[in-house]
C-alpha cells in the first residue's frame, strides 16, 4: 500500500498515468517536483487521505472531484449502483429516481451517466457537499438529468409534487455506531466528515428514518434499496417488516461475500 499511494502520487505530480512511471523509470524529477512529492508523502504522514490530497477519486469508472466536505466513494457502494443502473436500463420508458444523502454526488451521477432514461432528484443536508455533488454532475456531463435539493433527508421535497413519484429511492446513508466512529483508521474518523458516518448508537437511525420516509414519495411497487454496514442486513430487514410497508426483502452481497445491499418493494 504505501509504494501504491507513492506511485499514485508521483503519478499525480508529473500529470501522468501510473503505468508511465514503469515506461518513463529513467525519467529524473525536477527540483520542484521532488520538493513538491516529498511535501505531500510527509501530508499523507498525518493520515490524511490521499484522495483528499489529489482531490478526486475513480468511482464507476468516472473522475470525482472530492474533499473533506464530501465522503470518499468507495468501491462497495459500486453494488448498489450497478444494481440500480441494471434496474433503470430494464425499462425503456423514464425512470425516477431519489437519492437520499447524495454526499459527492456519486451515486446519482454514475446512474444518470449510465442510463439515459434515469432522472434523479438529489438531496442532501450539506450545502457545501451539494455544491461538489453540482461540479461532479456538470463534469460528467449529466447536470440536466439531476436536480439537487438542500434537505434534511425528506424535510425539503414537496409532497404535491413528489407524492408517489419515484420508481426508486436510493441511499448510501451513515451507518457507523457512534462509538465506533473513534475506533476506525485515523483517516476516517478525524479527516471524513462526522454527518456521513455516524449512524446513531446502533447505526441504525438512518434506516428507520428511509423506511418511514419513503413510502409517500415512492409509486406502489417501487423499489427501496439502500446500502448496509457489517452485519446490518437481518437489522434492516427487521425495520422494513416492522414497517409493514414493503415486501419482495432481498440482498445484494459485495465482493467480500457480505451483505451489502438491502433490496425492498413498495407494496402494491
Given at each position: 500500500m504505501p509504494r501504491l499511494e507513492a506511485e499514485m502520487l508521483l503519478s499525480y505530480i508529473l500529470g501522468w498515468e501510473r503505468y508511465e512511471l514503469y515506461i518513463n523509470r529513467h525519467y529524473v524529477p525536477s527540483d520542484e517536483q521532488n520538493d513538491r512529492f516529498f511535501g505531500l508523502i510527509k501530508?499523507?504522514?498525518?493520515?490524511?487521505?490521499?484522495?483528499?490530497?489529489?482531490?478526486?477519486?475513480?468511482?464507476?469508472?468516472?473522475?470525482?472531484?472530492?474533499?473533506?466536505?464530501?465522503?470518499?466513494?468507495?468501491?462497495?457502494?459500486?453494488?448498489?449502483?450497478?444494481?440500480?443502473?441494471?434496474?433503470?436500463?430494464?425499462?425503456?420508458?423514464?425512470?425516477?429516481?431519489?437519492?437520499?444523502?447524495?454526499?459527492?454526488?456519486?451515486i446519482a451521477v454514475s446512474i444518470a451517466y449510465y442510463?439515459?432514461?434515469?432522472?434523479?432528484?438529489?438531496?442532501?443536508?450539506?450545502?457545501?457537499?451539494?455544491?461538489?455533488?453540482?461540479?461532479?454532475?456538470?463534469?460528467?456531463?449529466?447536470?440536466?438529468?439531476?436536480?439537487?435539493?438542500?434537505?434534511?433527508?425528506?424535510?425539503?421535497?414537496?409532497?404535491?409534487?413528489?407524492?408517489?413519484?419515484?420508481?426508486?429511492?436510493?441511499?448510501?446513508?451513515?451507518?457507523?455506531?457512534?462509538?465506533?466512529?473513534?475506533?476506525?483508521?485515523?483517516?476516517?474518523?478525524?479527516?471524513?466528515p462526522q454527518l456521513a458516518l455516524d449512524g446513531g448508537i446502533d447505526g441504525l437511525n438512518f434506516y428507520r428514518m428511509l423506511a418511514k420516509g419513503a413510502r409517500p414519495f415512492l409509486k406502489e411497487g417501487g423499489l427501496w434499496a439502500v446500502e448496509v454496514g457489517y452485519n446490518q442486513s437481518s437489522k434492516v430487514r427487521e425495520i422494513l417488516k416492522n414497517n409493514g410497508s414493503y415486501d419482495g426483502i432481498s440482498f445484494l452481497k459485495d465482493l467480500s461475500g457480505i451483505d451489502r445491499v438491502v433490496l425492498a418493494l413498495l407494496e402494491k
Open positions: 501530508l499523507r504522514s498525518t493520515g490524511k487521505p490521499i484522495q483528499y490530497i489529489m482531490g478526486y477519486k475513480e468511482f464507476m469508472g468516472l473522475r470525482f472531484y472530492v474533499d473533506k466536505s464530501v465522503l470518499i466513494p468507495r468501491c462497495d457502494t459500486e453494488v448498489l449502483v450497478e444494481h440500480i443502473i441494471k434496474h433503470s436500463q430494464s425499462r425503456k420508458d423514464r425512470i425516477n429516481i431519489l437519492e437520499i444523502g447524495t454526499g459527492s454526488g456519486c442510463a439515459k432514461n434515469a432522472y434523479i432528484t438529489a438531496v442532501d443536508i450539506s450545502k457545501d457537499a451539494l455544491k461538489i455533488a453540482r461540479q461532479n454532475a456538470q463534469s460528467c456531463g449529466v447536470g440536466d438529468r439531476i436536480n439537487f435539493i438542500h434537505s434534511n433527508i425528506f424535510e425539503e421535497l414537496n409532497r404535491d409534487r413528489y407524492g408517489g413519484y419515484f420508481d426508486v429511492m436510493v441511499s448510501n446513508p451513515p451507518y457507523i455506531p457512534t462509538e465506533d466512529i473513534k475506533i476506525l483508521e485515523k483517516q476516517v474518523s478525524e479527516y471524513e
